[in-house]
């Protein structure tokens, strides 16, 4: 029953590359997140939608953009991937209760060279 | 800005001992907290919420207001418990603000 997915694992990139990162949800939540998770920082918002083709910058966006064309797809882009880009990048999904539980994706291990 | 502080990195504990991860987030009026879980290779997960005030696993939660914490305890540890434990509050926008994670050791 995986709820939220992400295209991939694990991904080697080359500075300078574009990067795009893919997530999916089936559970119909407008919400949708990227953080970047990193030892000793935690998680970190990187954007995030509230709707179809809206967006919000979260804490860290400088670097990175976002599209949400479809409901259930949010993807993370990295226009021109840098070395510090290198983390683990988590995709998540919500509804729009205050408590409502905030599902996960399994992460992609990003690793840029 | 909303923030969520976890003051410990790593907590290590013997199985069958008693578990306080610290949590104490920037006062504003009432609050949403959570408890999130990452067991080793899984994603994370939603442990508790205090609303709900219940007992997940054996974890309990206590919203403080005076003293802006909202720490998770257990009274006896077991191995399966090892894990990275974040605190978390609502943001607005639906958002979460995440603590910086305490991870949980349970020795044998």
């Known amino acids: 029953d995986v709820k939220v997915t992400q295209s991939s694992r694990y991904l080697v990139k080359r500075t300078g590359e574009k990067v795009f990162l893919e997530c999916v949800q089936d559970m119909d939540h407008e919400n949708m997140f990227w953080y970047r998770q990193d030892p000793g920082l935690g998680l970190r918002l990187i954007y995030f939608?509230?709707?179809?083709?809206?967006?919000e910058k979260g804490d860290i966006p400088e670097g990175y953009s976002v599209s949400r064309e479809k409901k259930e797809r949010f993807s993370l882009i990295l226009e021109s991937a840098s070395t510090n880009q290198t983390s683990m990048y988590l995709c998540?999904?919500?509804?729009?209760?205050?408590?409502?539980?905030?599902?996960f994706g399994p992460g992609t291990r990003l690793t840029v060279l | 800005a909303q923030r969520v502080t976890q003051p410990e990195k790593l907590l290590s504990v013997f199985k069958g001992a008693p578990v306080e991860l610290k949590c104490n987030y920037s006062?504003?009026?009432?609050?949403?907290l959570f408890w999130y879980v990452q067991y080793s290779r899984q994603r994370l997960q939603l442990l508790l919420r205090h609303i709900s005030r219940e007992s997940i696993k054996g974890f309990t939660a206590d919203l403080n207001k005076g003293e802006t914490s909202f720490h998770l305890k257990k009274p006896f540890a077991q191995e399966e418990d090892s894990a990275m434990y974040y605190c978390a509050r609502n943001s607005g926008y639906s958002t979460l603000t995440f603590g910086k994670g305490t991870m949980l050791l349970v020795s044998p």
């Open positions: 998540a999904s919500r509804g729009l209760g205050s408590f409502d539980e905030q599902f």
């Open positions: 939608s509230y709707d179809v083709k809206m967006k």
């Open positions: 006062y504003s009026g009432s609050p949403e």
